[in-house]
């Protein structure tokens, strides 16, 4: 049920929007998982000269809710945000605990200047400040944090990453991958594919991020014995091109039922 109101013109109105819902589905077993329960929404949004002003915005059901309100000062626009997930593991079940994200926003002229903090489960946290531009086409943006690499199995399952991860982020310029630059490090990680009957373990990788490349620097153990090394450059975008040397120090394969192997070489992946 939703009632939404106008007045005005795109360039200087007002939109009013009331609602709830139940059991909202979308498909996605994670977002639905979120979305059940009862559901409500409020929103009070001005349009002046083409810009989007909010001056109240909150949805709430039993696992989530999110606040955003605005208050006008002079020429500037202040927004308090305040959102909360009460579980996580709702997403990864193994990162089970509430995340939360407090902070603030200024809307001028020129565009939006933001403030945030977030913390979570398994020592989860970091920070985003900088500002965005009113076109939403450009970012001058700081991220840093702590996180943990699990959050990457909602896109690689059936396999499966663990480990500590760390970034120290920019984002300047345009917002593509591009812009972005600084270094990512994963420790103690660990790296799993049902198809394999090995894991990588004790992995420790660094990822210079500058000009839409990562260069990597990693290198992890098999859990049969022996060691990896990957060294060398890889796109952050379609069709991913990387100039990679690997190195396997011996390596040990085994089928018990087969064979066992000690396996040593170099490597190199040249090419998307």
């Known amino acids: 049920a939703l009632k939404a109101s106008f007045e005005g013109t795109p360039d200087n109105g007002r939109l009013t929007l009331d609602g709830t819902a139940r059991s909202l589905r979308i498909g996605n077993p994670a977002a639905d998982r979120i979305l059940a329960g009862n559901t409500t929404l409020s929103a009070r949004i001005g349009l002046r000269n083409g810009a989007i002003e909010v001056d109240q915005a909150s949805l709430a059901n039993p696992q989530a809710s999110l606040s955003v309100n605005g208050q006008l000062e002079g020429a500037v626009r202040r927004l308090a945000i305040d959102a909360r997930l009460a579980n996580l593991g709702l997403i990864l079940p193994d990162l089970q605990g509430p995340l939360t994200l407090t902070g603030s926003a200024s809307q001028d002229a020129s565009g939006y200047a933001a403030d945030l903090s977030y913390t979570g489960p398994a020592g989860i946290s970091g920070t985003v400040k900088g500002t965005v531009a009113q076109s939403l086409s450009r970012a001058n943006l700081v991220l840093s944090g702590v996180g943990q690499a699990t959050l990457t199995n909602l896109f690689i399952s059936p396999r499966a990453l663990d480990g500590q991860v760390r970034y120290d982020l920019t984002l300047n310029g345009p917002l593509r991958l591009s812009s972005v630059a600084g270094r ?66 011996r390596l040990r394969l085994i089928d018990p039922e087969l064979y066992e192997v000690i396996l040593g070489g170099a490597l190199t992946v040249d090419g998307p």
């Open 184 to 249: 990512v490090t994963l420790s103690s990680g660990r790296f799993s594919d049902p198809d394999l009957g090995a894991s990588l373990e004790g992995i420790e990788a660094l990822a210079q991020l500058q000009g839409g490349q990562a260069r990597v620097s990693a290198t992890a153990q098999l859990s049969t014995g022996g060691l990896i090394r990957v060294d060398g450059p890889v796109g952050l975008e379609p069709p991913f091109s990387g100039r990679l040397s690997i190195t396997l120090d």
